[in-house]
């Protein structure tokens, strides 16, 4: 079992940076991938990022290439997500997930979810 909490949302403006972190208490959380979605009103959750179990990889989605950063620390049972030059259309409800293969970017492919945190970008 994986319980994760999602925190560091906020308001930032455009061209600011914010880093999120998703705290997991599952005693098994380094034997999971883990993966960053994200789900604005009115449109479908989509991939941003996903990190190995043992975080020598991460791939990322076209829109926050060279801008968002996933990383982990499971030692501390935490996965970050540092996001830079952030833009109005990265305003979303930003959810963590845990899966039990790396490089998954579809929702479902995850078994546990966070209660998401909700990052809001002004022009």
């Known amino acids: 079992q994986v319980q994760l909490v999602e925190s560091g949302g906020g308001l930032v403006q455009a061209g600011g940076s914010l880093r999120l972190s998703c705290a997991s208490s599952?005693?098994?959380?380094?034997?999971?991938?883990m993966g960053w979605f994200r789900q604005a009103p009115g449109k479908e959750r989509e991939f941003v990022a996903t990190?190995?179990?043992?975080?020598?990889?991460?791939y990322y989605a076209d829109s926050v290439k060279g801008r968002f950063t996933i990383s982990r620390d499971n030692a501390k049972n935490t996965v970050y997500l540092q996001m830079n030059s952030l833009k109005p259309e990265d305003t979303a409800v930003y959810y963590c997930?845990?899966?039990?293969?790396?490089?998954?970017?579809?929702?479902?492919?995850?078994?546990?979810w966070g209660q998401g945190t909700q990052v809001t970008v002004s022009s």
């Open positions: 997930a845990a899966g039990s293969t790396f490089g998954e970017v579809a929702s479902s492919r995850y078994r546990y």
């Open positions: 599952g005693r098994t959380f380094s034997s999971y991938a």
């Open positions: 990190i190995s179990w043992g975080g020598g990889s991460t």
